[in-house]
């Protein structure tokens, strides 16, 4: 597509505080029966009877979670409401509705808002939720997002952090650390650009890895997957910071240790290639990448038979006794204290 050199500008300042919000979720509909009332009073309210409410809020601010050079602000509207709702995944509920604040700065015109809201918007419609509400503010330098998104599930239904028991299976969904190398390959064609910006990037062959990074979806099928197999998780928890760390909190929070499995590690081809390109060890990337939203989750050794081989699983580990600790069983069968190095230890 080629893009407009001089895009239509309308100051923010022209319509007031109101009259944004007014002209920004105007598209706004509202689909879920909990949803009393959403925009256009002091609070939004909801109706949940006998459902348990979950909450979660995240921010992103520009420069540290995101990067305007390559993210199109469409794709971080999209990933912001993304990220929030894996959390309510995460507690094997089902998400309904988000709340939206942003403070911006002057750089940005109307219509950037209008990217980023198209972004929110088409997430809240391909996940079904409501946006119930928020804020907007000025900022000095930068665009900051927060959002707060709220789900439902039965008492029964919620799974926690610390339900994990001995002899439990480790689980993921997917495949992992491809978001890690996805933001690698655009980190280098950023500097590739501002050395020669006549120099266009050819980036058919990380697809896949930029689209991890870019537009990462939330596991929302993941509840009914498991509802349908009859089996309920004991602990659960989204890969937002990186493998290890996760299975760190789990077992920390259920007292428990762990032996997570690298040959059982779920990669993707087009990311072991990469990886080589880049000269990094696939393994470390996908223990410590972060940001692929996958879930994470505890099953009773019984469940076995009914996850094996369905696609969408990997068993990559078991508990064992607190007091055994925490380690990766490498492929030559060495046993390694798992760490939680996080996007850290990838920095370095």
């Given at each position: 597509m080629i893009e407009d050199k001089n895009p239509q500008r309308t100051s923010i300042s022209q319509l007031g505080e109101f009259g944004l919000i007014e002209h920004l979720t105007k598209n706004f509909e509202v689909k879920q029966p909990t949803t009393v009332k959403s925009i256009g009073d002091d609070a939004a309210v909801l109706n949940f009877g006998d459902k348990k409410a979950v909450i979660s809020t995240d921010l992103l601010i520009e420069g540290v979670h995101f990067d305007l050079s390559y993210m199109p602000l469409r794709h971080l509207g999209y990933k912001a409401v993304v990220v929030n709702l894996s959390d309510?995944?995460?507690?094997?509920?089902?998400?309904?509705?988000?709340?939206?604040?942003?403070?911006?700065?002057?750089?940005?015109?109307?219509?950037?808002?209008?990217?980023?809201?198209?972004?929110?918007?088409?997430?809240?419609?391909?996940?079904?939720?409501?946006?119930?509400?928020?804020?907007?503010?000025?900022?000095?330098?930068?665009?900051i997002i927060s959002i707060t998104a709220i789900g439902e599930a039965n008492e029964e239904e919620i799974v926690y952090r610390n339900g994990a028991k001995l002899t439990d299976l480790l689980v993921v969904s997917g495949d992992l650390g491809s978001a890690y190398m996805g933001l690698q390959v655009l980190e280098r064609e950023k500097q590739v650009f501002q050395v020669n910006p006549n120099n266009q990037p050819d980036l058919d062959a990380y697809s896949y890895l930029i689209e991890r990074q870019l537009k990462p979806e939330a596991r929302t099928d993941i509840?009914?997957?498991?509802?349908?197999?009859?089996?309920?998780?004991?602990?659960?928890?989204?890969?937002?910071?990186?493998?290890?760390?996760?299975?760190?909190?789990?077992?920390?929070?259920?007292?428990?240790?762990?032996?997570?499995?690298?040959?059982?590690?779920?990669?993707?081809?087009?990311?072991?290639?990469?990886?080589?390109?880049?000269?990094?060890?696939?393994?470390?990337?996908?223990?410590?990448?972060?940001?692929?939203?996958?879930?994470?989750?505890?099953?009773?050794?019984?469940?076995?038979?009914?996850?094996k081989g369905n696609p969408n699983f990997t068993v990559i580990g078991h508990l064992t006794e607190e007091t055994e600790g925490i380690h990766l069983i490498t492929r030559a069968n060495t046993k390694i204290p798992l760490k939680a190095r996080g996007w850290d230890a990838l920095e370095e």
């Open positions: 309510i995944c995460a507690m094997n509920a089902k998400p309904t509705q988000i709340t939206v604040s942003v403070a911006v700065s002057n750089r940005f015109p109307l219509e950037a808002m209008e990217e980023l809201f198209d972004g929110i918007a088409l997430a809240a419609k391909f996940y079904n939720v409501d946006v119930i509400g928020g804020d907007t503010t000025s900022s000095q330098k930068g665009l509840r009914t997957l498991l509802f349908a197999l009859q089996i309920k998780p004991t602990a659960m928890i989204d890969i937002s910071d990186g493998l290890s760390s996760e299975i760190i909190h789990i077992c920390k929070q259920s007292k428990v240790g762990c032996n997570l499995y690298e040959e059982k590690i779920p990669v993707d081809p087009q990311f072991i290639n990469v990886c080589e390109e880049f000269s990094i060890d696939s393994t470390t990337v996908a223990i410590n990448g972060g940001e692929d939203y996958e879930l994470l989750f505890t099953i009773a050794l019984e469940d076995f038979d009914k996850i």
